[in-house]
């Protein structure tokens, strides 16, 4: 089609950047899976008393089994919103993304090749990648989930062994929940990035495009070898660098690594052709 459209010099379509947007309403999703905790923490410390009691052997038995009965209702009310909630609105989140990230290939292919393919391109050829995403963000968030509460159990029978106060412990719980909205913010913005990235990959293979430029995602503290990657072309289907030596190894992709920021551009090879 480029050919076609009489163009003779390679070309490098533009990037699609996803947007901060896009993983702010990725955490909103996420959010359940730590404010469940928050909004429960009066509730988990109702029976906790620190206090040294008389007959410990039955006592304090029973006030330990009724925080942990508490902890392990909040956990399983967490299971329910996972069905019923979180795993609906990250699958709605998906399609949104892939939607969008659609729109701006079609639109980068017809800006940098003038060819218009909105009414060739549709969802079916990426919906591999849609399924490993939604499955992997299931089990991201159910992991901040269990993180929290094991900090949680933690806190509250730390506090039994050390005679803590009440107020004590729940200031701790509450840090610990912090951490963790912290966390699933973190982990929404680096998803938002792997899935963009993963798109890009099928989108490029249904093109029919066996190269890509490589392109660093600018942070600042960024890995070395990321860095010197920026501007070289790469095989799409082996990671092999083209009249070079470097091999990505796997994993190791554009955006594939944890909160790796760098793109797979999409790069049209029309001066001469390469096996």
């Excluded at 913010?185 to 190269?211: M, P, T, Y």
Aim: net charge positive; with cysteine; charged share 25%.
């Amino acid at each position: 089609m480029a050919r076609q459209a009489g163009k003779r010099r390679d070309i490098v379509l533009r990037p699609i950047i996803p947007t901060q947007a896009a993983a702010t309403d990725l955490a909103a999703i996420y959010a359940p899976a730590w404010q469940i905790w928050a909004d429960n923490i009066d509730r988990i410390l109702a029976g906790y008393d620190a206090q040294p009691l008389p007959i410990a052997d039955t006592l304090t038995i029973d006030t330990v089994d009724q925080v942990q009965a508490a902890i392990s209702s909040v956990a399983q009310e967490f299971l329910t919103i996972l069905t019923a909630r979180i795993a609906p609105g990250l699958r709605q989140w998906a399609v949104r993304a892939e939607r969008v990230h659609r729109s701006k290939w079609s639109a980068a292919i017809k800006a940098g090749v003038g060819v218009d393919l909105d009414l060739i391109l549709s969802a079916q050829p990426v919906e591999e990648a849609l399924g490993t995403f939604l499955a992997r963000n299931v089990a991201l968030v159910t992991n901040v989930s269990d993180v929290t509460k094991g900090k949680i159990a933690d806190a509250v029978f730390r506090g039994y062994e050390q005679r803590t106060p009440v107020r004590d412990v729940a200031r701790q719980i509450r840090e610990d929940v912090g951490g963790s909205r912290a966390r699933a913010v973190r982990i929404a913005s680096d998803q938002n990035s792997k899935l963009s990235s993963a798109l890009d990959k099928e989108r490029q293979a249904e093109a029919g495009l066996s190269e890509y430029k490589y392109r660093h995602g600018g942070k600042l503290h960024a890995r070395p070898w990321h860095k010197a990657r920026d501007g070289h072309i790469f095989t799409l289907r082996t990671d092999k660098e083209v009249g070079g030596s470097d091999k990505i190894d796997a994993g190791d992709g554009p955006g594939e690594p944890s909160f790796c920021s760098c793109r797979r551009q999409a790069y049209i090879r029309l001066l001469d052709e390469v096996d």
